[in-house]
């Protein structure tokens, strides 16, 4: 199995990069989102891999991050959904924008992804809604594993988690919900004060 690559990057391609590791050039397909954050060919890239192999082909799928792979496995876990269509997911949402839609259910938004129907989605939420929960997703958001957070402590996680169930408990949505939590200010210490600058976000 290959874990990672590490080389110069030489070309970006439709939907693939070209690696040049030892003078062979790997092509290694990834989201449209995660292209677009490649550096300039010539550079140095590290890219995390998973390796397909089917009769017909032996594919590798790659990513910038450790949890960009982890919700790639989880997709690709559902039935119907194969390594091409993960990515067709990845393209149209990041990992926390598809976090947010199975916990809140919003089939609509996975939908819309290239060649993922209603009812996959469907699948796809009630498949993966007991795998992802706010915890995870504040704990990831602590450790600096998503671009744009600063370092937390367990409390400051608390807090937020919190906040997101009370906000859902006066009938904001999950997703809004946990979009306008992340948003607030990183002195708040209390609930209160959470609640306070989330609902800026949310009028």
């Known amino acids: 199995m290959i874990s990672y690559i590490r080389g110069e990057l030489a070309a970006v ?19 449209n989102q995660a292209l677009a954050m490649l550096p ?16 017909d082909a032996m ?11 982890e919700i790639f496995r989880l997709v690709i876990g559902v039935s119907g959904i194969g390594p091409k269509g993960g ?30 129907g209603k009812k996959t989605a469907e699948k796809l939420i ?6 992802i929960n706010i915890e995870d997703m504040l704990n990831r958001a602590a450790h600096g594993e998503e671009a ?11 807090i937020q ?7 859902v408990a006066l009938g904001y949505g999950s997703t809004e919900s946990m979009k306008a ?11 209160e004060e959470l609640l306070k600058e989330a609902l800026k976000y949310l009028f």
């Open 161 to 167: 988690a919190e906040a997101v169930q009370a906000l």
């Open 148 to 158: 744009g957070f600063q370092e937390q402590h367990p409390a400051e996680e608390g």
């Open 59 to 69: 594919q590798l799928f790659g990513f910038l991050t450790r949890d960009d792979l």
């Open 181 to 191: 939590v992340k948003k607030a200010s990183p002195d708040c210490v209390t609930v």
């Open 40 to 55: 300039q060919p010539g550079n140095e890239v590290k890219i995390y891999t998973y390796f397909s192999v089917r009769e």
């Open 87 to 116: 990515l067709n997911i990845l393209s149209a949402m990041s990992p926390d924008e598809l976090r947010f839609a199975v916990m809140s259910g919003d089939a609509k938004a996975i939908s819309a992804a290239p060649g993922i």
């Open 126 to 131: 009630v498949e993966l809604k007991d795998k």
């Open 13 to 31: 391609e439709e939907n693939k990069a070209i690696v040049d590791v030892g003078g062979i050039g790997y092509g290694v397909f990834m989201s």
